[in-house]
């Protein structure tokens, strides 16, 4: 077995060393999680249905303590690791309310005599490999390893070596909860434990993270007949019109882009303006981000932290080059802080185009382009001038004008008057480079499982 070091990205001091897995770990976990999977799909809903239920009391019960392991690791403001401690709980509780509904057994029709009845029923997958990303540790795993284990599959997680003390968190409490310890198994480690566990024969993949390892992932598996789902980026736009409150815009979009110091896969990463407000709207814009707090993501007062992973501060510098060179204009920030710690100044960037990466490529980072357009119809066509298609936001006290423009954009969500949002009611998925498949919504229950079709005819 190696070693996974913890390093705290704020000042680059060691959080923790654990022991990593390896192929031989990987393939003997594996081996428990297929032998306990028949058991645990027999066990009745009502039971695991409890379990969950008694996992979401000991996150909030701990929720504290688990807020502060997650900003150790990854560097997350330790407000907003509480928001997302606190924000998990009504997806815990959607699929707690939504999945004895959804996965009931359906008695679609019957002929007239009674002597033939087609029913679907639900079955689990079987064993599931979820391999997830570090940016929201709790929601993007909750969002499959919660529905996958209700449905009656056995589930490996793979936690982003990034938050592996978030990922061991999530598999202690599970099993204190009464989650089998073989039902649910966390492997510990970096890309190398992820590829090992995709050699194993397991029955579906469900991976978050970026689409560079998206497609690494999508060619692991390729030639096998089994369920792949792939959560991707994003290079999410938000348009604004002219008839906007620009003061509560700007606050509102700025929090989009921001948040999470930018590291959300839905964080907006290009904004277009109408160009009769673009001056006033950039102005309140820039104002705005100069008002943030960056600091030590342990004071309750930080909104911006460090970046999470060392090289992204170098593809955030490269983004800025590029832009400068074809002439963009920095109105705030522009580069790295030097010192300890992984850190960039939040970025705000003007007359940029389609031309400059920061425009095309995700950043994942605190950066952002502005680009006035003339109406609606420019921004539809620069909208959809991506290969990515995640979400999508137009602000406008106009409820018809932005349905019409919401309409046309290619994107897995769309937003009004909002951005940067998930609701757990709502698939959410993605076009083109952000991936396959979806989670979240009674569909992200049932992709957790296999409809039988049962035809039954009477003697
Ligand atoms: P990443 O692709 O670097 O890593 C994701 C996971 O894949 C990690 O657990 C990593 O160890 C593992 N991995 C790496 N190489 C592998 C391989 N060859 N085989 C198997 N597993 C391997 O992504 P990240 O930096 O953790 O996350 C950031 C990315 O995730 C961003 O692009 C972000 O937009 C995206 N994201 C998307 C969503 C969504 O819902 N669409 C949500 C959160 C994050």
Redesign the pocket.
Known sequence: MGKLRVVNPADGSLVATLAADDAKTVKAKYARARAAQPAWARTPLKKRLAAIERFRDLVVAQAESLARVLTSEVGKPISQARNELKGVIPRIDFFLAETARTLKTQKVSAEKDGSMEERISHEPLGVIAN??????PW??GSNVFVPALLAGNTVLY?????ASLTGNEIARLLHEAGIPADAFIAIV???????A??KQPVDGVF????????K??AQ?VAGRMIKLQL????KDPVYVCEDVDIAKAAAGIADGAFYNTG????SVERIYVNEKVFKPFVDAFVAEVKGYRRGDPADEKTYIGPLT?APQVKTLEAQVKDARRKGAKVLAGGERIKGKGNWFAPTVLVEVDHSMAVMRE?S?GPVIGLMPVKDDGEAVKLMNDTEYG?TAGVYTPDRKRAEKILAQVASGSVYWNCCDRVSPRLP?S?VGD??IGL?LSTYGIETFTRPKAWHLRGA
């Open positions: 391999i997830s990303a570090w940016n929201y929601f993007v793979k936690p982003s070596e990034f480690g970096a890309g190398d434990a992820g590829a566990l995709l991976f978050t993270g970026s689409v560079g390892t998206g690494k992932i692991a959560e991707l980026g994003g590291q959300s896969c839905c992973r995700e994942f995640l959410w993605g952000s991936g989670t």
